[in-house]
């Protein structure tokens, strides 16, 4: 069975600063996606960034970046120069293909100070 | 942009009464997923419908019961209601043929309160 760990449930960092989540899976699967999602206050669940597990080169988007360790099952999230709107429950993902549920991990509560 | 469109946003039932959640996916997606969130907890995936047809199942209980209808649109049947029923409950979408993607996009959801 899938699972989706995410070690740290509160984290906490200074505006402008980086900071990254971490988060684990379990699969016996070769081929699969990562996501992580972003919950405001608001609930709503906003895609953050997304990995295919065939490709290497660890993706991008803008201040948001993801270390991808296949052979370790590792897919952590970095985000630079956090800003105050970054404040949010962050949720990692796993999902085999489309058409397929995502599992979700327990997710972080990340706090951003001025 | 179109998003995923839930209704009603807020619901409130008694015990054992029915509830029906509807989900508007976006113009040409083809799959819709349903997902229930309770308090503090990670979204639990409940079904899925690719086409109308049930592509994959989650910890959906006998009370429950989902369909997609002809214009891609679907809904989430709650009989029973329990007051562990009451959670925040996610609709999703994504286009399957938009292969190396597997993007779903989420509705703002339905929080459901059972008294």
């Known amino acids: 069975a899938q699972t989706v760990t995410q070690s740290q449930p509160e984290m906490s960092v200074q505006e402008a600063e980086t900071v990254t989540l971490s988060c684990t899976y379990d699969t016996s699967e070769s081929d699969y996606y990562l996501f992580w999602y972003k919950q405001p206050p608001s609930r709503q669940m906003i895609l953050v960034i997304r990995?295919?597990?065939?490709?290497?080169q660890n993706a991008t988007e803008n201040r948001f970046s993801v270390n991808f360790q296949k052979a370790a099952k590792s897919f952590s999230l970095k985000i630079s120069d956090s800003q105050l709107g970054d404040a949010a429950m962050y949720f990692c993902a796993y999902s085999i293909s489309t058409g397929n549920q995502f599992y979700f991990g327990t997710g972080t509560s990340l706090t951003v100070i001025p | 942009a179109a998003g995923v469109i839930q209704s009603p946003r807020h619901l409130i039932k008694e015990k054992r009464e029915t509830a029906t959640l509807k989900c508007y996916p976006i113009p040409r997606h083809d799959t819709v997923y349903w997902y229930q969130q309770g308090p503090g907890q990670d979204p639990q995936f409940l079904i899925s419908?690719?086409?109308?047809?049930?592509?994959d199942k989650g910890s959906i209980p006998d009370r429950f019961s989902a369909q997609q209808f002809s214009d891609y649109h679907s809904e989430l049947n709650m009989s029973s209601l329990e007051l562990g029923d009451s959670a925040l409950y996610f609709c999703?979408?994504?286009?399957?043929?938009?292969?190396?993607?597997?993007?779903?996009?989420f509705g703002a959801g339905t929080r459901l309160s059972v008294l």
């Open positions: 990995q295919e597990a065939y490709k290497q």
């Open positions: 999703a979408s994504s286009f399957y043929r938009e292969q190396g993607a597997n993007i779903q996009y």
């Open positions: 419908f690719y086409e109308k047809m049930q592509s």
